[in-house]
């Protein structure tokens, strides 16, 4: 096995994003430009710090409600993950981007939240492979 080829995630990619496919639970298909939940995306892990700071001991304790934590992800990843997307429509049309529309988004569908984070924390998104993939799409 090569380590480069396995585990070798692009820098580059994972601060700037990559399109990721996303498909529905219909078979539908929208594309969303994700940077990595980790890795090289030093801004994910200072605003997931900074915004987490002030529950810190709640969340140690166990005592922080999950909606608080939700609320603080959906935050983080609309703000330092999602960097756009494109085909993700509603009633009246295609969505424009916007964190804040991306967080509220979130909330909503939490489903179509967590396939979103399910794809940004996996560095096999971000290796040379797996973008030369979504790239043919």
């Given amino acids: 096995m090569k380590l480069t080829e396995a585990?070798?995630?692009?820098g580059?990619?994972?601060q700037n994003g990559?399109?990721?496919?996303?498909y529905g639970q219909t078979g539908d298909m929208c594309e969303v430009l994700l940077a990595r939940a980790g890795g090289?995306?030093?801004?994910?892990?200072?605003?997931?710090l900074?915004?987490?700071r002030p529950?810190?001991?709640a969340i140690e304790a166990g005592y922080a409600p999950p909606s608080l934590m939700e609320g603080i992800l959906a935050e983080?990843?609309?703000?330092t993950v999602v960097k756009g997307w494109r085909g993700l429509g509603g009633e009246s049309g295609d969505i424009p981007f916007s964190p804040a529309k991306a967080k509220e988004l979130f909330l909503e569908y939490p489903d179509f939240f967590q396939v979103v984070r399910e794809r940004a924390v996996s560095a096999q998104t971000f290796t040379q492979a797996d973008t030369e993939a979504v790239a043919g799409n």
């Fill in 50 to 52: 900074q915004l987490t």
């Fill in 18 to 22: 990559v399109w990721v496919p996303i």
């Fill in 76 to 79: 983080v990843f609309a703000r």
């Fill in 55 to 57: 529950h810190r001991r």
């Fill in 40 to 48: 090289r995306n030093s801004a994910y892990e200072a605003l997931l």
């Fill in 7 to 10: 585990f070798g995630a692009r």
């Fill in 12 to 14: 580059d990619l994972e």
